[in-house]
């Protein structure tokens, strides 16, 4: 009796649960299928979208118009929702979704004219450039329209209208992604209202987006007796939604991999069999004060429509040489105003006040490592399957040693290079795999020792300031995981940062010991600050404060709704933050935030390494969360994400483009 019982719920919970997976497979995986055809209009030949299981697609087209049909195609349908987010920020509406909190972020886009300027430069592009523009956006239209009753999610539960894709919207987003690249300058004026609302609104957009930290990606490339490897890093925010997209063109012309931006088809860095290049994004802002001459305004106004149908009115001016920051509407364009005109202006000038566009020089560097751009500064490196390693722009740190080449632009670089370079005398350690899951810090080893040795000459220390001596004293300059010190350290050397130490000058005195009472104190009290927060935050027990408790990889997922409009049901649980153990240190070859780089914690890092003896290889390593798949959250590996060889990426789906119908 108790056995027939037993088996009948057996099978109940057996049902149960295959209902639980239909329903789960039709409300998730089903949708989530690409079509097995599509037709594209203006479409010339039959293609090919091959959707690779690791997200890699690849395209196979008889030209390059239909090939750039089919990208537009593939960014619609498998990156839909951070394609139009971007859009929506790009043409400064993204009130329109996030009502009034999104005010300055539409105020700056606006007043930076984007759509304006980003409408100019497809006007000024070659026609090639425009055809391809065109079909791209015909394939993403195509996309939308496919996609419009399937939306993923986070869309399900409140679509936005799905507005045509014009081809001027993609240089909207370019330009969107060349400015999120600057990094912020210190101004030559001391105070400036207009420069501090650029400040704010680009770091909520920052934020909003979760795309920041892009200064602190290298690339390098070494030369040994097999030939030249070249590697690159790209820090590109906490974006836990996938943002990047790898595709391989495989058309009349040689096959080409290419990293590319949803919603911009120039690539970010691409191979082919005879050559492959990194472009380390990257611009930059400079202030002019000229004297002013009323005529040379030209005032612009936009408009604002928010979801409670509010309107706002944007008003900038620019004089020929860029923005002008000092601008103020009413009194420059109220003739009676008694507020005199200034006789000078503090002026922002930005290669994005144009009508310029990067795609063609992108395209270019498939050829030639020499083409200019515009828009970028074009830092970056160039190899070809000869050995032969070319420097693109003027990064702003450049190592050559004997091996090879570096290039980064943050102050970090030199800490990297020079642990690479002792990775790169030592032959056995060439490949990535054995460095770049590095965590020794030379930027640590440089400093701790020569700091630590001398904190508590002017104070009585306590149990718990020695035992937080003793961690460094003992620390082997290692940010892994379980490093009690490397904690310690990282929020000493805020702590001292924001008091306004200079740690050079400790270390001049340290080296002449000359260190004065003045700064030993200092040393003393910004270290019992540090414990004492630590303590505070973590508890008293040191042998809890692990950098990877302490320091975790933080990844959101850019939902349709701003975070402070979330509210639980929002989103389903799955789309919750993820907090994945730390490890690393900009300071390291293996790559870690910090706040003492980013403001925000940036985890997410694209890596890639590509060899001239096998040039149709193609080996990357990212995070990409699949939370969509049954017990997607419990399945997450904790760990650093493996190497994947894309080249030999198996196809799960096969989508069929076809030209119109005669």
């Given at each position: 009796?108790?056995?027939?019982?037993s088996?009948v719920?057996?099978?109940v919970?057996?049902?149960?649960?295959?209902?639980?997976?239909?329903?789960?497979?039709?409300?998730?995986?089903?949708?989530?299928?690409?079509?097995?055809?599509a037709?594209?209009?203006?479409?010339?030949?039959?293609?090919?979208?091959?959707?690779?299981?690791?997200?890699?697609?690849?395209?196979?087209?008889?030209?390059?118009?239909?090939?750039y049909?089919?990208?537009?195609?593939?960014?619609g349908?498998?990156?839909?929702?951070?394609?139009?987010?971007?859009?929506?920020?790009?043409?400064g509406?993204?009130?329109s979704?996030?009502?009034?909190?999104?005010?300055?972020?539409?105020?700056?886009?606006?007043?930076?004219?984007?759509?304006?300027?980003?409408?100019?430069?497809?006007?000024?592009?070659?026609?090639?450039?425009?055809?391809l523009?065109?079909?791209?956006?015909?394939?993403?239209?195509?996309?939308?329209?496919?996609?419009?009753?399937?939306?993923?999610?986070?869309?399900?539960?409140?679509?936005?209208?799905?507005?045509?894709?014009?081809?001027?919207?993609?240089?909207?987003?370019?330009?969107?992604?060349?400015?999120?690249?600057?990094?912020?300058?210190?101004?030559?004026?001391?105070?400036?209202?207009?420069?501090?609302?650029?400040?704010?609104?680009?770091?909520?957009?920052?934020?909003?987006?979760?795309?920041?930290?892009?200064?602190?990606?290298?690339?390098?490339?070494?030369q040994?007796?097999?030939?030249?490897?070249?590697?690159?890093?790209?820090?590109?925010?906490?974006?836990?939604?996938?943002?990047l997209?790898?595709?391989?063109?495989?058309?009349?012309?040689?096959?080409?991999?290419?990293?590319?931006?949803p919603?911009?088809?120039?690539?970010?860095?691409?191979?082919?069999?005879?050559?492959?290049?990194?472009?380390?994004?990257?611009?930059?802002?400079?202030?002019?004060?000229?004297p002013?001459?009323?005529?040379?305004?030209?005032?612009?106004?936009?408009?604002?429509?928010?979801?409670?149908?509010?309107?706002?009115?944007?008003?900038?001016?620019?004089?020929?040489?860029?923005?002008?920051?000092?601008?103020?509407?009413?009194?420059?364009?109220?003739?009676?105003?008694?507020?005199?005109?200034?006789?000078?202006?503090?002026?922002?000038q930005?290669?994005g006040?144009?009508?310029?566009?990067?795609?063609?020089?992108?395209?270019?560097l498939?050829?030639?490592?020499?083409?200019?751009?515009?828009?970028?500064?074009?830092h970056?490196l160039?190899?070809?399957?000869?050995?032969?390693?070319?420097?693109?722009?003027?990064?702003?740190?450049?190592?050559?040693?004997?091996?090879?080449?570096?290039v980064?632009?943050?102050?970090?670089?030199?800490?990297?290079?020079?642990r690479?370079?002792?990775?790169?005398?030592?032959?056995?350690?060439?490949h990535?795999?054995?460095?770049?899951?590095?965590?020794?810090?030379?930027?640590a080893?440089?400093?701790?020792?020569?700091?630590?040795?001398?904190?508590?000459?002017?104070?009585?220390?306590?149990p718990?300031?020695?035992?937080?001596?003793?961690?460094?004293?003992?620390w082997?300059?290692?940010?892994?995981?379980?490093?009690?010190?490397?904690?310690?350290?990282?929020?000493?050397?805020?702590?001292?940062?924001?008091?306004?130490?200079?740690?050079?000058?400790?270390?001049?005195?340290?080296?002449?010991?000359?260190?004065?009472?003045?700064?030993?104190?200092?040393?003393?009290?910004?270290?019992e600050?540090?414990?004492?927060?630590l303590?505070?935050?973590?508890?008293?027990?040191?042998?809890?404060?692990?950098?990877?408790?302490?320091?975790?990889?933080?990844?959101?997922?850019v939902?349709?709704?701003?975070?402070?409009?979330?509210?639980?049901?929002?989103l389903?649980?799955?789309?919750?933050?993820?907090y994945?153990?730390?490890?690393?240190?900009?300071?390291?070859?293996?790559?870690?935030?910090?706040?003492?780089?980013?403001?925000?914690?940036?985890?997410?890092?694209?890596?890639?390494?590509?060899?001239?003896?096998?040039?149709?290889?193609?080996?990357?390593?990212?995070?990409?969360?699949?939370?969509?798949?049954?017990?997607?959250?419990?399945?997450?590996?904790?760990?650093?994400?493996?190497?994947?060889e894309?080249?030999?990426?198996?196809?799960a789906?096969?989508?069929?483009?076809?030209p119109?119908?005669?």
């Open positions: 009796m108790f056995g027939r019982i088996l719920l057996g099978i919970f057996v049902l149960l649960g295959m209902g639980v997976g239909l329903v789960w497979y039709l409300a998730y995986g089903a949708n989530h299928a690409p079509p097995a055809s037709m594209i209009p203006s479409l010339s030949n039959q293609t090919r979208i091959l959707w690779g299981i690791e997200g890699k697609a690849t395209i196979e087209a008889v030209d390059e118009v239909d090939a049909a089919a990208l537009g195609f593939a960014h349908w498998d990156r839909l929702w951070p394609l139009l987010l971007w859009r929506q920020a790009a043409t509406t993204l009130s979704w996030d009502g009034e909190s999104a005010l300055p972020i539409d105020q700056l886009i606006l007043s930076f004219r984007f759509p304006h300027f980003a409408k100019q430069s497809f006007e000024a592009l070659p026609d090639e450039e425009k055809r523009l065109e079909a791209y956006s015909r394939g993403l239209n195509e996309a939308m329209k496919s996609r419009s009753k399937q939306l993923p999610p986070p869309l399900l539960d409140a679509p936005p209208a799905l507005d045509r894709w014009e081809p001027w919207h993609s240089l909207a987003i370019e330009r969107l992604l060349v400015w999120l690249t600057v990094p912020f300058p210190s101004p030559p004026f001391s105070e400036n209202q207009a420069w501090d609302r650029i400040i704010t609104a680009t770091f909520q957009l920052r934020e909003r987006l979760q795309f920041f930290g892009l200064s602190h990606s290298h690339a390098w490339a070494i040994d007796s097999t030939g030249a490897h070249l590697f690159q890093r790209h820090i590109l925010g906490a974006a836990a939604t996938p943002t997209f790898e595709v391989t063109f495989s058309t009349a012309q040689p096959p080409l991999n290419a990293l590319t931006f919603g911009y088809p120039g690539a970010l860095s691409a191979q082919t069999p005879s050559t492959a290049w990194v472009h380390l994004l990257h611009s930059s802002v400079q202030f002019a004060h000229i002013l001459v009323a005529p040379e305004y030209a005032i612009s106004y936009s408009r604002i429509e928010t979801t409670s149908g509010q309107e706002h009115l944007v008003s900038s001016a620019f004089v020929p040489s860029g923005l002008v920051l000092d601008f103020d509407s009413t009194t420059h364009t109220n003739t009676d105003s008694e507020t005199p005109h200034p006789d000078s202006i503090w002026v922002m930005w290669a006040f144009s009508n310029a566009s990067d795609f063609p020089t992108v395209r270019a498939n050829r030639t490592a020499t083409a200019a751009f515009s828009l970028f500064a074009g970056g160039w190899v070809n399957t000869g050995g032969t390693v070319s420097l693109m722009g003027q990064p702003q740190h450049v190592r050559t040693f004997q091996q090879g080449l570096f980064g632009n943050d102050s970090w670089s030199e800490y990297v290079a020079a690479l370079i002792s990775f790169a005398s030592d032959s056995t350690h060439i990535p795999d054995t460095w770049s899951l590095d965590t020794y810090s030379p930027w080893a440089h400093l701790a020792p020569r700091l630590s040795r001398h904190l508590g000459g002017s104070v009585a220390p306590s718990v300031f020695e035992e937080g001596v003793t961690y460094l004293l003992n082997d300059f290692h940010f892994d995981g379980s490093s009690i010190a490397a904690t310690i350290f990282d929020r000493w050397i805020g702590q001292l940062r924001a008091s306004q130490a200079d740690i050079s000058i400790f270390l001049d005195e340290l080296d002449t010991d000359s260190l004065t009472a003045t700064d030993a104190v200092t040393l003393d009290r910004s270290f600050a540090t414990l004492a927060s303590q505070e935050e973590f508890g008293p027990d040191l042998s809890l404060w692990r950098w990877e408790d302490i320091n975790p990889q933080q990844w959101h997922f939902s349709r709704w701003p975070k402070e409009q979330q509210t639980r049901g929002d389903p649980h799955r789309f919750d933050s993820i994945l153990p730390g490890a690393g240190h900009p300071s390291t070859l293996r790559w870690g935030s910090s706040a003492l780089a980013t403001p925000l914690p940036a985890p997410f890092s694209w890596e890639s390494w590509w060899h001239t003896s096998q040039p149709d290889h193609w080996v990357v390593r990212r995070q990409h969360f699949n939370v969509i798949r049954p017990l997607g959250r419990f399945l997450i590996d904790h760990g650093p994400p493996p190497p994947l894309l080249h030999q990426s198996a196809t789906h096969t989508t069929v483009l076809l119109p119908k005669p």
